[in-house]
């Protein structure tokens, strides 16, 4: 089991796609998950890797998928990254289809907690590995232009803080990303417009997937670091140590 394998989701598009080129590049094969069939093949395509049509919100998939994966090799570096909003900024918390609620939910953070509960036994059988996580400043501050989406990375960050001394202890390091604005679809027209407005400065998919790898790569467990266009990466301090 020579061959070091990454896992990255929501890996279509943004910062997934980034954090795929650069761990591809780093040596590592990638496999490229999303429920975005042409732009997953694409960037399997492009980093040399293989393209996974995944539910991350579905565990019974999961642990499909972590069977799969164990067969292909060392499973060394996971980046749990998919993510959605809510459709429109314009539509108030109380008018937000309770449909749609639900899907930040699961795609948020059953994602990830999905995720990590399916991937990181298959590091630990195969002597360790390292997950990283992408929340986002919304995970530490309140950001009511999307109460719920705000809710699920609050989530995610609280997740990654609770587990992650179990996890170090069983050799899996868990870590996780806060962006603030990124450069990304996801992020357009109207929610870019308002926060140009306040002069926000916007990081590129790859400032982010830059300090993603990183992370794998080096990051102490249960890192949480905030991430801002123009400044460098910042830990932030639990209150609680794990």
């Not at 929340?135 to 232009?145: C, D, E, K, T």
């Not at 960050?157 to 868990?174: I, K, Q």
């Not at 830059?210 to 910042?234: F, H, K, M, N, W």
Request: proline share 5%; charged share 25%.
């Amino acid at each position: 089991m020579s061959e070091e394998i990454a896992v990255v989701t929501g890996a279509a598009s943004g910062v997934g796609a980034a954090s795929a080129r650069r761990l591809a590049r780093g040596g590592a094969a990638v496999v490229v998950v999303d429920v975005d069939d042409d732009g997953g093949k694409r960037v399997a395509d492009e980093v040399g890797g293989r393209f996974v049509h995944l539910d991350v919100g579905d565990p019974t998939a999961w642990s499909t998928f972590a069977d799969d994966v164990a067969r292909e090799g060392r499973l060394a570096l996971a980046h749990l990254n998919a993510g959605i909003l809510t459709a429109s900024e314009d539509v108030p918390f109380l008018d937000t289809p309770v449909e749609r609620s639900l899907a930040l939910l699961r795609v948020n953070l059953d994602g990830v907690i999905f995720g990590v509960r399916a991937l990181a036994p298959v590091m630990i059988d195969q002597d360790g590995g390292a997950i990283a996580v992408t929340a986002s400043l919304a995970g530490l501050i309140p950001y009511a232009g999307d109460p719920v989406y705000t809710a699920t990375k609050h989530g995610v960050v609280g997740f990654v803080r609770s587990v992650t001394g179990e996890l170090r202890r069983a050799g899996v390091r868990l870590t996780a990303v806060c962006p603030g604005g990124i450069d990304t679809p996801m992020v357009a027209g109207e929610r870019k417009a308002r926060m140009d407005e306040h002069g926000a400065r916007f990081l590129s998919p790859d400032d982010v997937a830059a300090a993603v790898e990183a992370l794998l790569r080096s990051g102490d467990a249960g890192t949480i670091q905030y991430l801002e266009g123009g400044q460098s990466p910042r830990t932030i301090e639990p209150t609680l140590r794990p």
